[in-house]
């Protein structure tokens, strides 16, 4: 018996250093996989103080300018836009006489549908690919895919950031005037709404300038304005507030694991805070810091971050963040690894205030 316990024990003690061998060579142990990136557009956006607006497009692996346009000095090239999810196509909206909104083939640029006269600052594209929905202060629109006919319009002085759910055809539109939350169900038929009054945790009535939905579809993320800009997570059945933090304000970077939320702090430039890049953890509701300006080791040639919104790659590996939204730095894009926290590099345009920053899937 004794000798059978000793010859079991010798057969563990061999199986363990055979299968926790770290010899690269070994043929037992798995070889560690080289994370191979992919290849995605980035579309952006900017000015030059008092001269043209540009279009660029760069390579997410390279940083290699791709595409680029000039739209010279009396025509922003758009304030917003969205792609299909195959990336064939590309919603833009944006304002010339009047607001318009157009669908093209991402490839050719060839336009396939336009609307000319409705459009806004913000757009949103729902989950199933049927619809999309442009805000300004002045109006909110759903349309219909892909020829642009109006399934929807709200003519209200204050429309917000709005989104759809990305499990479902509701919008939530932030109406800030009346301290309220505009819930738009366009798979119903007739269009089906609701409309529900905002408060802080504190009994405040509240502002809602952004609406966000998780990637599960379980959670609201908004931003909402009482006596300070404040984050709140409600429950998007109940709209019960789960949380709320103060001196927060989106939209926010939504990370496709479903649990990570990223927030921008741009530069303070009347106390000198540092910009800042936050992540809040949706399970766990706790709130950290990630990278600080002060700190982080900058890319040359510019010397100080001033956040103004992250785009965040498909398999969430990488961030891009946009910086000099406010103007008062050139505008360029820092590439952080979403692993790690660490600067992967940056992409550097020509100097210029940015507009708006997208990315798109290949």
């Known amino acids: 018996m004794k000798l059978r316990t000793i010859s079991l024990l010798l ?65 922003v090239p758009f304030f917003d836009c969205g792609f299909s999810s195959d990336g064939g196509h590309a919603y833009y909206t944006g304002l010339k006489e009047s607001y318009v909104t157009w669908v093209a083939n991402y490839s050719t640029g060839d336009t396939v549908s336009i609307n000319d006269g409705l459009g806004g600052r913000f757009l949103s594209v729902s989950g199933d690919g049927d619809y999309i929905a442009t805000s300004v202060s002045s109006a909110f629109t759903i349309f219909r895919l892909p020829d642009l006919s109006v399934v929807y319009t709200y003519a209200h002085h204050g429309c917000g950031v709005a989104s759809f759910s990305p499990n479902s055809d509701v919008a939530y539109v932030p109406i800030d005037h009346e301290d309220s939350l505009l819930i738009v169900d366009v798979s119903s038929d007739p269009v089906l709404t609701s409309k529900r009054a905002l408060f802080t945790v504190d009994g405040l009535p509240a502002q809602c300038v952004t609406a966000q939905v998780s990637p599960d579809a379980t959670m609201l993320i908004l931003t909402v304005v009482a006596d300070t800009y404040r984050l709140q997570l409600r429950s998007a059945e109940t709209l019960e507030i789960l949380a709320e933090y103060p001196d927060l304000s989106g939209p926010y970077s939504l990370h496709p694991d479903g649990r990570r939320v990223f927030i921008t702090k741009p530069h303070n430039w009347n106390n000198g805070d540092a910009a800042q890049l936050l992540l809040l953890d949706l399970p ?78 290949q």
């Open 284 to 361: 766990t509701r706790i709130l950290r810091e990630v990278l600080n300006g002060s700190t982080a080791t900058l890319p040359d040639p510019y010397s100080c971050f001033d956040f103004g919104g992250m785009e965040i790659d498909p398999e969430g590996h990488y961030g891009y963040i946009l910086n000099g939204r406010q103007g008062f730095t050139p505008g360029w894009i820092l590439k952080l690894d979403l692993e790690t926290y660490e600067v992967a590099g940056a992409i550097f345009p020509p100097p210029g205030i940015p507009t708006v920053m997208r990315l798109q899937t």
């Open 11 to 75: 057969v563990i003690v061999v199986a363990s250093a055979v299968f926790t061998c770290s010899d690269d060579d070994c043929l037992v142990c798995p070889t560690p996989q080289e994370y191979v990136e992919p290849e995605h557009d980035l579309v952006y956006c900017f000015s030059m103080t008092g001269q043209d607006y540009f279009s660029y497009t760069f390579n997410t692996k390279t940083g290699e300018v791709v595409d680029s346009a000039n739209y010279g000095p009396h025509w």
